[in-house]
């Protein structure tokens, strides 16, 4: 070996310990005259909330003002007293607060407040159509009407904006997006950003305007990213295994950002001393699911094993012994083939609920829910809330739950798959009243 070759580790080695050195300088710096000018140059990707005005003036008297900009997001006309001159108890979130497909009257909220016999005013600021990053403006306006007690029951629509990210950045959204968050605690990347006129940002869309891709795997995925979903590109109702893996790793991004922004939404509210309920929310667990993703079986195997299963009346092929397949056996040889898909594990929870294996059918389906590609509430959303309600010492309503004591009749208490009729508002109201109360009204403390 030369001497030059030999002497080549370390020029490398001295060569990037001096630009490392200059780089911490350069932050060091930029640290210091951000301090002088009260400058911060930090970014934090999570995507910054679309402003709009939350409460309108109406004759001495306070209202939610119509939506503007958002045609598919609509609110409740509620007039309210600028003062209150009885507890208020603010509720926010989607649709399901909203009381999608009730009257006003119907909705959760105001089946709350005569449950508590009028004794509070309750505001219903569900935002129908929303989520939780577009739903800050309306938290930070909540804050400024004197309010008892907040409830925060979101996560309905977590999985309904449209890309993030186009390019590689597409491909490998959540590795994108963690890269991002790490190098925006640095002074020196925000720097950069800010010269080169961009904010750092991920941007949430529900309704941009349709692109174009020369490749059909992000074809696919822009597809299954529309609000509505564009399912004509599926219509087997599967996705092959390199969109699915892109699907997944979004679903995973955007439960990662509602995870901050619900961190963020609950320090706004106990910051201020306001006492704050949180709730999960209920689903029809029988629902089957929208897409369901091809991940390390046979692709071709699959589908057969999909269609089979979805048409039991066919043919079924046959064992060795001659005999026709039953659907358990069949099922059992797909979920050999690919224990991922999610109609395999809907398709199980079917038969277990037949059985009336009740609480191993729930877990089927929920298993089936959190592997949609195309969700709305998922098991996963209700875990992080638990999961913060925990950690923040705020308190909360397992509003799921809901969804086990009514598996066998979903209709008993929704509309539809997430929204609850009239019956199912009454039934979210009596599950929350006792412990709004236990809020307004603490107990005193033993000495």
Known sequence: MSTQAARLPGKLAFGLLTTLVLLGLLEGALWAVGTIIHRDWRVD?????????????????????PEEHFHYQRVRPEIFFPHPDRPRIVVIGESFVFGYGLPMEQAWPARLEYLLDDRVEVINMGRCGSYSSALVPTLEAALTVEPSLIVLSIGNNEHTMTSFYTGWAGRHPLAFYSISRQLGRLQLFGFLLDALGQDGHVTESQSSAPLVFDNPTDQAVYAARRRPPDLSLFPDALAGPQVTAILEDEQRLKEH???????????????????????????????????SGIHDGDPERVR???????????????????????????????MEEDDQVASFHYFHGMMLLGRGQDPAAAQAFRRSMDLDMIPDATPTINGIIRELASATGCALVDLDTLSDTVLRDGDSIFLDGIHVNRHGADVVAAQLAPVVESLLNPAPRVP
């Not at 704050?276 to 629902?287: F, G, S």
């Open 257 to 291: 950002i509602f995870k901050g922004r619900m961190e963020s939404m609950i320090s706004q509210v106990q910051d201020q001393g306001i006492p704050l309920l949180v709730t999960t929310l209920p689903a029809d667990l029988t629902r089957p699911p929208t897409l």
């Open 45 to 65: 990707p999570l995507p910054v909330p679309r402003d709009y005005r939350v409460l309108c003036p109406a004759n001495g008297l306070v209202k939610l003002c």
């Open 304 to 334: 057969a094993f999909h269609q089979k299963l979805l048409n039991p009346r066919n043919d079924q092929g046959s064992r060795n012994d001659g005999e026709r397949q039953t659907p358990e056996e069949l099922l059992a040889m797909a």
